[in-house]
Structure formats: structure tokens, C-alpha cells
């Protein structure tokens, strides 16, 4: 697998001191603005950013020009001439995301407003690296056929979110293990940069979903939470100072693999109690269908009894996780997603709230605890956010949290 799991194979740099990187770092500030803001005037965007309004009249009329923003209505006010709000041209951009997941894989087509325009879906009973790459390829040929002609050249970047070393769950999976080995030495994110024309990132998987909540969800959300994302497997994010903190490895907040006190006593893991993976198994000693759930994520068919009794027993073990994600870090918020019904991420929250409130939290401050807002298309929306952020936002590292601006004509 590749070592740089999240810079693309392509360098695209965004700063430097000549006047050429000053204003592609300007850009970004201004794309970066309206992103998060909506709609804004030229002279309330130089207000904002501190750059000048020269500056940003240049700016804004070279990158409508080039199709990346749209004028709205003028609005009128009291005084003067009325202000023409700017915003980003839904079609200025697109950006692919790639979900390969335990049971199946996803790519979706958004736009730069971040709406899914188009999807390809399959399904598989183990993820293999051949033929992820091979529907990578398809897929993304395809999204980009199915746009108009003047459109086509208009995606800037595939995103990849996937699960990491696979092969440790071969038997969770049911699959070969000779099979899952292949991935330790799979390089997808280097096939598909080779193979597409575009830079292509990777990031794993659970991560990813936290990453789209971060770009596209809740914008009420504290600088510092913890984000739990339940799949197939459960994994999740750690977002410090408004940041997605991954690691070194690219693998921090595998929440999964936090030990859990089970109903019976024993240590396990958190997967064992919170994931998909364990419905599978009560469905199972049911006699009834363990591909239930992936056969309408939107609306579960699946007995009441059972599902109450999966929420419980995977709220239980979700709320001492946090308490230990609480002793390490003091987290202001904790964010429930997954990939199940809306009705189902509210209910496994609600007893999420409830368990935590009876776990014992002396010396802890408790965090508030919310539902994710984009559920199951989390993991393919936070893989097309690589690409997007990669090339037209500032990250939070880089200080926009501060307006900074760097304007050569001030």
C-alpha cells in the first residue's frame, strides 16, 4: 500500500512567495470563504479575508471567467449601488469518491457545491484488490461520460476511502485469506493515479466519514470531538482545533479496536459489540438472512426485537469507549454516524446519550453527544472531500480559522 496515504501522487502546491503563489493561495481563501459561508458580496469578502478590493475583484472576475463562480441577484439596500452576491458554480467542479467497504463498494460524482450528482454501486462478499481497482477504473470512466461533453474535463480529483489492513479480517469477513493478503501489498491509490489523469488520494475509511462531516455537515459541531462511524466494522475520527487528526500511519482513531467490557464480562473489542458485523451474527442465530442489512440501508427489514437488542448492546459499549476517548483527550462533543437508517442512527444515539450518562465520568466533563448528518453516503461524500480540499480549500492548519490572507497589493 502506499506510504503517503494522503498527498496525492501529483505535487499540486498552493503557496510560495512569488506573486503566482500568492494569488493560487488567495484563491483558495476565497473558495474556502464561500464554501463555508454561502454567498457573499466582493466588498464583504475583502472585508472578511483583509484582502484588498482590488485584489478581490480581480480574484473573482478571472475565476468566473474560468467558470468556478456564479453571480447571484443584486440585492438592493438603502444607499448606493445594490451588491451582487458571488458564490461557487455548482458545475465549476467535480470531484469522484471511492468507498470500498467490507460488503461493497461506491463511486459517487459530486459537484462543487458537494451534491452527489451521479452514483455507481456493487456489491461483494470480500473486497479484492483486483477488482477494486478494476471498478475504480469503470466507474469513473463512466460518471464522467455521463456529464455533457463540455463538462467532462471539469473533475479535478478522485478520492479513495478505504478500510486498512484488511487482511487482519479475513474471517470477520468470511473470505480467503490468501485473498485478503493481497492487499498488503496492493498499491491502489499508485494503480489509479498511473491509470486516471487526475490526482488521486487515499484515506481510511472511518476517518474519511469524520473528514465529510467536517466539510460538509453539521457546521454547529465544537472544534474538539470524537467521531464513531459503524459499518461493517465500527472506526471513527479524532478532530482536535477544528483539525482531522490521522497519524503517521493514517490509522489514528481506529476506535474499533478499543477493548469493551461485553454483557458477560469478557474483555473485547468494540467491533464485537457496536458494528454491523455483530447484527450479522444475532440475524444469523435467528435463522433469518445475515444480508439483511445491506439489502435496503435506508430501511431495515429486520425484526424489532433484534434491533433493539443490537442498539442496546452496541450503546453500552460505545458509551465506555468514550469515557476512555474522554480520559485522554477532553473532547467537547461526541458524533454518532453509520450505515444504517436515519431512524436508526437517531435511536442508537438516544441510548448512546442515556448509557453515558450512567457510566461513571469523576474527574471528566461530559461531552454532549449528537448524530451525524450524513450517514450512509458518509464515506464516499469524505473521499470526494479530499480532492476538493486538496485543491480549492485551506485546511484549518494552515490558519483560515485566523482570516489570514496574503495580499501582495496591500
Known amino acids: 500500500m502506499s506510504e503517503n496515504l494522503e498527498q496525492p501522487q501529483q505535487t499540486h502546491g498552493m503557496r510560495g512567495s512569488n506573486q503566482s503563489g500568492l494569488r493560487a493561495w488567495n484563491e483558495k481563501l476565497l473558495f474556502t470563504l464561500l464554501h463555508t459561508q454561502g454567498a457573499m458580496p466582493k466588498a464583504e469578502i475583502a472585508r472578511v479575508t483583509g484582502l484588498s478590493a482590488q485584489t478581490v475583484s480581480v480574484i473573482i472576475r478571472e475565476l468566473e471567467q474560468d467558470g468556478f463562480l456564479t453571480k447571484g441577484e443584486p440585492v438592493r439596500g438603502r444607499i448606493g449601488q445594490p451588491s451582487v452576491p458571488m458564490s461557487l458554480a455548482a458545475d465549476g467542479a467535480y470531484f469522484l469518491g471511492l468507498k470500498i467497504g467490507r460488503r461493497s463498494s461506491e463511486m459517487i460524482l459530486i459537484d462543487f457545491h458537494g451534491t452527489i450528482r451521479d452514483r455507481i454501486a456493487r456489491r461483494h462478499d470480500w473486497p479484492e484488490p483486483g477488482a477494486a481497482r478494476d471498478f475504480a477504473l469503470s466507474a469513473a470512466h463512466e460518471l464522467a461520460m455521463r456529464l455533457p461533453v463540455s463538462h467532462r474535463d471539469r473533475v479535478a480529483g478522485l478520492g479513495i476511502a478505504q478500510p486498512f489492513q484488511l ?32 490526482p488521486v488520494f487515499m484515506r481510511n475509511d472511518a476517518s474519511a466519514a469524520c473528514g465529510a462531516e467536517l466539510v460538509f455537515g453539521n457546521a454547529n459541531l465544537p472544534r474538539d470531538f470524537v467521531y464513531f462511524y459503524i459499518g461493517f466494522f465500527i472506526g471513527g475520527g479524532v478532530v482536535l482545533n477544528g483539525t482531522l487528526h490521522t497519524g503517521e500511519s493514517g490509522n489514528s482513531g481506529a476506535l474499533g479496536s478499543m477493548p469493551v467490557r461485553a454483557p458477560d464480562g469478557t474483555m473485547v473489542q468494540l467491533i464485537e459489540l457496536a458494528s454491523i458485523y455483530g447484527l450479522e451474527k444475532r440475524l444469523t442465530r435467528a435463522g433469518l438472512d445475515p444480508d439483511l442489512p445491506w439489502q435496503c440501508p435506508e430501511l431495515w427489514p429486520i425484526p424489532e426485537d433484534i434491533i433493539t437488542d443490537w442498539i442496546g448492546t452496541a450503546a453500552e459499549a460505545i458509551a465506555q469507549a468514550i469515557v476512555s476517548c474522554l480520559a485522554v483527550i477532553d473532547f467537547k ?9 436515519a431512524i436508526i442512527r437517531e435511536r442508537l444515539t438516544e441510548k448512546v446519550r442515556g ?13 454532549t453527544i449528537q448524530a451525524g448528518s450524513l450517514g450512509i453516503g458518509a464515506r464516499a461524500l469524505g473521499a470526494a472531500a479530499l480532492p476538493l480540499t486538496d485543491r ?9 480559522g485566523n482570516n489570514l490572507a496574503q495580499d501582495g497589493q496591500r
Open 355 to 367: 448509557a453515558t450518562s450512567h457510566m461513571e465520568l469523576a474527574g471528566l466533563v461530559a461531552p
Open 392 to 400: 480549492f480549500l485551506i485546511s484549518a492548519e494552515a490558519g483560515f
Open 167 to 198: 487482511w487482519d479480517w479475513a474471517a470477520s469477513l468470511g473470505a480467503p485469506q490468501q485473498i485478503m493478503d493481497r492487499w498488503r501489498s496492493a498499491d491502489l491509490c499508485g494503480d489509479l493515479t498511473a491509470a486516471l489523469p487526475y
Open 333 to 341: 462533543a461526541v458524533v454518532v454516524d453509520g450505515w444504517f437508517p
